[in-house]
């Protein structure tokens, strides 16, 4: 026997949880099933810091942070929960993108200045900057795991079912507007605690991140996603006085003082934390279920010179390890599309987050049958790569 319910999202992440939100907010009959703890540390929606980055040169991207920055402080006023702070982010060396970006930004309602290495020297004295600075005052800082609490909070509030150590084990596609999912309730450790429970639905939305493959890929066509192991640290400030934005860090294509690097730099102050920096995208390809949690050696040792380099205001000898995950397509776009009654959003990790309101809004108008902006649609050239 099974139960029936209107749409069911599988996967509590930033996204699910989102889209869950959207759904209730809308009176749909909607249930969330996630596979950990609540605040759990093994995907990608972890953490107490997010860069809120604006320093985007394509449209869609850039109309999606017009309607992310209402939203996110809508969600603020709807939970009684501070989630952003707007500390500004910038992005400094040689990017030839900078003018272009800071033409495009006023129009869509930011402000942006480019700044000398000396001026922004000034303004953030625990930064060396390099080359060139683009300075975006309206980015900031997200506290990603009181978003996600937040979110699924007010989920509840609006009628959403929202269930923790519930694990998906499987998904069928029974016709254009039936799906069928198998939950199984564990214990804390995973263990499982009765029978299996079987829910159909006249829509699914799949918010997976690093397991989308895994539990997905038997029924629906898909792109490649790259699951990687991604360690960050957080590094002890050596000065608590300091105003630290967020930042990005972009090395010079064949200049030798940038040969230890894997990739740009990105960071952020964590309150209470450190100084979050890390490499992006380049941490060792991972199973889901099988991970380290250790850093990659030569990438921790090669963090720890950058640090040593570039922060003067941290103890690079002073940092603790974080570890997640990130799950890229190959274009580094999102998937945010449909097919039959399954809606997919995956592909988000390394700069989806600030997006989170948005996606949620995007996969609930999937469910009804209009679509998210074709650069995240599931063409047949995106899938099976």
């Keep these: 026997m099974s139960e029936f319910i209107d749409t069911i999202v599988v996967g509590g992440g930033a996204m699910g949880s989102a889209a869950t939100l959207e759904l209730a907010r809308r009176g749909v009959d909607v249930a969330l099933f996630e596979r950990f703890a609540p605040g ?39 939970t009684g929960t501070r989630l952003l702070d707007q500390v500004g982010v910038v992005n400094h060396g040689r990017n030839p993108s900078f003018d272009d970006i800071a033409a495009l930004l006023p129009g869509f309602g930011f402000d942006a200045e480019l700044l000398s290495t000396e001026e922004a020297g000034r303004r953030w004295p625990g930064i060396r900057f390099d080359d060139r600075v683009l300075h975006t005052p309206q980015a900031g800082r997200l506290n ?9 909070r007010a989920a509840t509030a609006h009628g959403a079912r929202v269930s923790h150590h519930a694990r998906v084990t499987r998904i069928e596609v029974l016709g254009d507007d039936r799906t069928r999912v198998e939950v199984v309730r564990t214990d804390p450790d995973g263990n499982p605690l009765g029978d299996t ?3 159909e639905s006249r829509r699914l939305v799949v918010t ?23 360690q960050p640290a957080h ?14 860090h972009l090395p010079t294509a064949g200049d030798p003082r940038y040969g230890s690097w894997p990739s740009p730099v990105y960071g952020m102050q964590t309150p209470g934390e450190g100084i979050k920096a890390g490499w992006h995208g380049v941490g060792p390809v991972t199973d889901p279920d099988a991970r380290s ?39 580094s776009n999102f998937v945010i599309d449909r097919i039959g009654p399954v809606a997919v ?3 988000f990790s390394g700069h989806g ?16 049958g209009t679509p998210a902006p074709s650069l995240f649609s599931l063409q047949a050239q995106r899938r099976g790569r």
């Design 40 to 78: 759990h540390h093994q995907g990608a929606s972890h953490g107490a810091s997010r860069n809120f980055n604006l320093s985007y040169g394509d449209p869609t991207y850039l109309r999606m942070l017009a309607e992310a920055l209402p939203a996110w402080r809508d969600l603020e006023v709807e």
């Design 144 to 152: 990603a795991d009181g978003a996600v609490e937040a979110l699924q």
């Design 197 to 199: 429970e079987v829910f």
């Design 208 to 230: 997976l991140g690093a397991w989308t493959a895994k539990l997905l890929g038997g029924a629906l066509a898909l792109p490649r996603f790259t699951v990687t192991q991604e």
């Design 235 to 248: 590094f002890a400030e050596r000065d608590d006085s300091l105003v630290w934005p967020g930042f990005n």
């Design 293 to 331: 949690f250790r850093s990659e050696p030569h990438q921790l040792t090669a963090l720890q010179r950058y640090a040593r380099d570039w922060l003067p205001g941290v103890d690079a000898d002073a940092f603790t390890e974080i570890s997640c995950t990130y799950t890229t397509t190959e274009d």
């Design 345 to 347: 959003g995956a592909g």
């Design 353 to 368: 987050f600030k997006f989170t309101p948005v996606v949620g809004r995007y996969l609930a108008d999937l469910t009804e």
